[in-house]
């Protein structure tokens, strides 16, 4: 590999505008030699903004495949084109980052793990908020033990009125799904990644398209047509994890309540717990007595405190392409991603039988983390 990562852009829309290229690009040893969209204006205005000065321009993202200067592909694509390109990516020797969610269903993104295996490339998943520094610095108190066993835990993602109006978000066939493969993936994730715990053993989830049927609703980015609003509103789900834990999951693009927040998570162990609903904060018992704690991340609450913070998506930029030149493992883990997939899937398949989904019990080997690969009976 070259002393600089080359990278490929597959979908040149709003999150690769919005993330992807402009974290990149402030990476030097990042370079955006390819950009691919079937719209091809899009493209070019891509590559015009992100690229080097010979940067090529497709609208056929096998025929960027074929251009052997690009060493990693970002896919940046609508959910039910994740499995297919990335798998066609690692197969054509290049390492990928594909957006989340993983794949629209957990087959496909049970291919995409077998695919980066067989290929020995690397793949990550775009789940940026564990890169926000709250995140960063709960997990490490996390994997210090600071809670014991954390046996309950909320996976949060509630907006009041926040519906994607704009590109397929509305279009099951595309995307799969509404707010909870979108915004609950990630709280899902989060939550994971905290407890370290990738084996679900139940599932039993709902989903709501209420709010959805409302013709000139109030929300941010303008009314939705209930016509095209085919996917759920709100979505829920209790999953029980093999060694008892449970996690809670709430998801919605609209809900009337007042209680909102995504991204976030609450946890509770034997030791302590925290949340992240008022910045981050840890809570306890010591000498008899219990205790919450602030905690004071990069500086916020600090009078003219105003540093050059890096983004979450900057963060997880820097780390990819470190994992990329230096021959480490992802932060998001293919593996663990899966099993997130896996997950959104069984709170769908439970809210349309109105019954509880169960895993199997196969064993298979996760690199860095003990636990079963479960495979949806």
């Keep these: ?45 891509a590559a015009r903004d992100f690229g080097t000065a010979d940067a090529k321009v497709y609208v056929d993202y096998k025929e960027l495949l074929q251009n052997e200067d690009v060493d990693v592909v970002h896919v940046c694509t609508p959910n039910h084109s994740h499995a297919q390109i990335t798998i066609d990516s690692l197969e054509a020797d290049k390492h990928v980052m594909c957006e989340k969610p993983m794949a629209k269903t957990s087959a496909d993104a049970r291919r995409m793990v077998d695919a980066a295996k067989r290929t020995g490339k690397k793949l990550t998943i775009g789940y940026q908020y564990r890169f926000r520094a709250d995140s960063w610095h709960l ?26 109006t704009w590109g397929v978000f509305l279009d099951e066939e595309k995307q799969g799904g509404g707010s909870l493969i979108d915004i609950g993936t990630h709280s899902l994730d989060m939550t994971l990644w905290m407890m370290n715990n990738y084996e679900p053993k139940a599932v039993l989830g709902t989903t709501f398209h209420k709010l959805g049927q ?45 209680h909102t927040g995504e991204a976030r998570c609450t946890l509770c162990g034997t030791e302590g717990g925290a949340d992240m609903h008022d910045g981050l904060r840890i809570n306890g018992e010591d000498l008899g007595k219990l205790y919450t704690n602030q905690i004071q991340i990069d500086g916020k609450g600090v009078a003219f405190y ?17 994992a990329l030149l230096n021959d480490k493992e992802p932060v998001v883990k293919p593996e663990q991603a899966l099993v997130v997939t896996e997950i959104l899937e069984a709170i769908y398949e439970s809210a349309r039988t109105g019954q509880a989904v169960y895993f199997d019990d196969n064993e298979k080997e996760v690199p860095d983390e003990k636990r079963t690969d479960q495979v949806l009976q």
Excluded at 146 to 164: C, E, N, Q, S, T
């Design 1 to 45: 590999m070259s002393k600089k990562i080359r990278i490929g852009i597959i979908g040149c829309g709003g999150i690769a505008n919005g993330k992807h290229m402009p974290s990149l690009s402030k990476i030097d040893e990042a370079e955006l030699i390819a950009f691919c969209d079937i719209e091809e204006e899009r493209a070019i205005k």
């Design 139 to 164: 997990h490490k108190l996390c994997e210090r033990g600071d809670f014991g066993d954390i046996y309950y835990a909320r996976a949060h993602a509630i907006r009041r009125r926040a519906v994607p």
């Design 214 to 258: 409302k013709k000139d609703a109030a929300n941010a980015w303008g009314s939705w047509d209930p016509d095209k609003f085919k996917v759920e509103d709100s979505a829920f789900g209790m999953i029980t994890m093999k060694n008892g834990a449970t996690i809670s999951l709430e998801t919605s693009w609209a809900l009337n309540t007042l």
């Design 306 to 322: 105003d540093a050059d913070q890096e983004s979450d998506a900057d963060h997880e930029a820097r780390l990819w392409i470190d």
